[in-house]
């Protein structure tokens, strides 16, 4: 059966139902690039897909572009936040939107190579989180530094182990959201999910994946505000994670 665009799902790689979303926030000029890669990259490899935008609050005309990119594409949905509302927020609302069996997200930034959602696919499962480590993470020194004590930070306090915990290139069987009562709305919610998603009994898979320079926009993540909310929401919500609840 030949659907909309010339697109034939029997000739698809993957036989999966996936949902694929972007969390934004002043990506204006990546967005749409980004959005035309994910469509001809999904088009090739899966049977079954949508593609979620997830504006949070941007300034720039993220929000517009979105909107303009689902009226072009019936696959392509545009998610807005009122205001800029934090990472957190973002992923979850991402996670709520998905429709399809599985999920994955990355950033609108452009910084990962789409064709490696082929390497996350080979190792779905039921109960299988995978996991796309930075072979060669393209950030500054100290970006990278932060980043590798955060990790470690985070799986010696929420009793899980991952590499590369905050990568934005993760699949997810959409199933565990129903399951788990999200609460970071900050840098935390990666660590959250993972650790949150073990004690449901979902085992973490490992598979390097490429990391690009940033094209285009700023950064966020390093900043000092993201980083205290990161750790404050750490402190509050760590008994609550551990607890499963």
């Not at 000739?11 to 035309?36: H, M, Q, T």
């Not at 760590?238 to 607890?243: K, M």
């Amino acid at each position: 059966m030949v659907v909309e665009n010339g697109y034939n799902p029997s000739e698809a790689k993957f036989d999966v139902s996936l949902s694929v979303f972007f969390p934004c926030y002043n990506e204006a000029e990546n967005i749409e690039r980004v959005v035309g890669d994910a469509t001809k990259v999904l088009t090739r490899l899966v049977s079954d897909w949508e593609i979620v935008i997830v504006d949070d609050g941007s300034g720039d005309g993220t929000g517009r572009i979105a909107d303009r990119l689902a009226e072009q594409d019936g696959r392509v949905r545009a998610v807005h936040h009122a205001e800029n509302s934090g990472y957190g927020m973002a992923l979850r609302s991402g996670f709520a939107a998905a429709g399809k069996e599985y999920v994955f997200y990355t950033d609108g930034d452009g910084q990962f190579d789409l064709n490696d959602i082929a390497q996350l696919l080979e190792k779905r499962g039921s109960a299988v989180i995978v996991n796309g480590y930075r072979k060669r993470r393209q950030d500054g020194l100290m970006r990278r530094i932060n980043a590798s004590c955060w990790s470690w930070l985070v799986q010696k306090m929420l009793s899980f182990s991952c590499r590369d915990v905050d990568s934005a290139f993760k699949l997810y069987p959409r199933r565990i959201f129903d399951q788990m009562q999200l609460k970071s709305s900050g840098a935390l919610i990666d660590a959250e999910v993972l650790a949150r998603a073990t004690r449901l009994g979902c085992r973490i898979d490992q598979v390097p994946v490429s990391h690009l320079p940033r094209r285009a926009g700023e950064q966020t993540g390093a900043k000092i505000g993201v980083i205290f909310r990161a750790f404050k929401e750490l402190m509050l919500l760590r008994g609550d994670i551990l607890a499963g609840s």
